[in-house]
């Protein structure tokens, strides 16, 4: 169940939903399918839910709490993927076993959040880890990072955000550069448009992948208004990551945010996965992948020059993009390939609901 993320997100469908179902079990999957405007997948019984945005979350979480009273007795399990969603779940009587997934560090993204007024952001963060203490106490938590542990006081689960990584890939090509996730001021989307311009004259192009935020979605509409770069919004992710296969080069152009410095970037494992090397602001872990695997390079904080003259070494020298993309290959389908986690997550998950596959 979830009201914040897309019905495609990649972590709960494409690979836990997946997992579950291939391990032969059933699963109703609640999400916001009309607000965003996609329909549930034929694998999967989908209910539909309000999306929350913004200031605009209690009619979600309202809507949330009705249907988990109801599925009471019909189903082993629940798992749940925002945080708004434990008051959906709090002090409902003889409900299932519940399972948060913490995707992020939920403190530290308050400062990402432009409708949050600053003189909130501290008590709000306060709430947020008493939030997360009672949960601890009151069911089954996992992780998405490990880096996570030290907010809580026991130990759980780590469920890392890998991906699914092919038998096989093409080699880098020399004209295309891609981005593959979330656009926000954030993630770089002002340095990954001028990156856009400075390639320009040189005939690389700059593919962005993901839904923006309604602060960036102007700057990059008028981009592609001018040709500048392709934007191609929100795709599957099964679908988005056929796009990144003969890319030049993969961009992962974080800012220095507190959120950011324990996480791994979703989008440097799926750029590895599919062959391309890999250009990074150093985001500690992200530095940490690009230097063990010696899968791409590092550039510095808000600095699209940089950016631009790291794709041009790349593409003029294919010998030494095709090793670095064929490194970040090996490494994926080794360490981080979805299926090794997979079994891991499904175990759990019938342990805590005392059933089988």
Not at 17 to 29: F, K, M, N, Q, S
Request: glycine share 6%; aromatic share 8%; with cysteine.
């Amino acid at each position: 169940m979830t009201v914040v993320h897309h019905p495609e997100d990649a972590r709960i469908l494409h690979r836990q939903i997946r997992a579950l179902v291939d391990a032969g079990h059933e699963v109703t999957y609640a999400a916001p399918y009309t607000a965003r405007g996609v329909v549930p997948r034929s694998w999967v019984t989908g209910v539909d839910l309000p999306r929350a945005a913004e200031r605009r979350r209690l009619s979600a979480v309202r809507a949330a709490r009705k249907l988990f009273k109801s599925m009471r007795g019909k189903v082993d399990l629940a798992l749940i993927h925002d945080p708004e969603l434990l008051f959906a779940v709090a002090g409902v009587r003889k409900s299932p076993p519940v399972v948060w997934d913490v995707h992020e560090d939920t403190p530290a993204t308050l400062s990402l959040k432009p409708w949050l007024p600053a003189f909130l952001r501290p008590p709000t963060r306060y709430l947020a880890r008493l939030l997360e203490g009672t949960a601890e106490r009151r069911m089954h938590l996992l992780l998405a990072e490990a880096a996570y542990a030290g907010r809580f006081r026991q130990r759980h689960l780590v469920v890392p955000n890998e991906t699914w990584v092919p038998d096989s890939v093409s080699p880098p090509g020399d004209d295309r550069v891609v981005y593959l996730g979330w656009l926000s001021e954030a993630r770089g989307v002002q340095e990954a448009v001028e990156v856009a311009r400075l390639l320009q004259p040189h005939r690389v192009a700059v593919e962005l992948i993901g839904y923006a935020d309604p602060q960036s979605r102007p700057l990059l509409n008028e981009a592609v208004a001018q040709g500048v770069l392709e934007w191609r919004d929100f795709m599957p992710n099964d679908e988005a990551l056929k796009r990144l296969d003969g890319a030049l080069a993969g961009l992962s152009l974080l800012h220095d945010e507190p959120n950011y410095r324990h996480s791994m970037p979703t989008k440097i494992v799926e750029y590895m996965a599919h062959g391309i090397p890999v250009i990074t602001t150093p985001s500690p872990r992200a530095v940490e992948l690009v230097e063990r695997y010696q899968c791409g390079m590092v550039v510095p904080w808000r600095d699209p020059q940089a950016v631009a003259r790291a794709v041009l070494q790349l593409r003029d020298n294919p010998f030494e993009r095709r090793g670095t993309g064929g490194r970040g290959y090996a490494a994926a389908r080794a360490n981080h390939h979805w299926p090794n986690s997979a079994r891991r997550f499904v175990d759990q998950l019938e342990a805590w609901a005392g059933v089988k596959s």
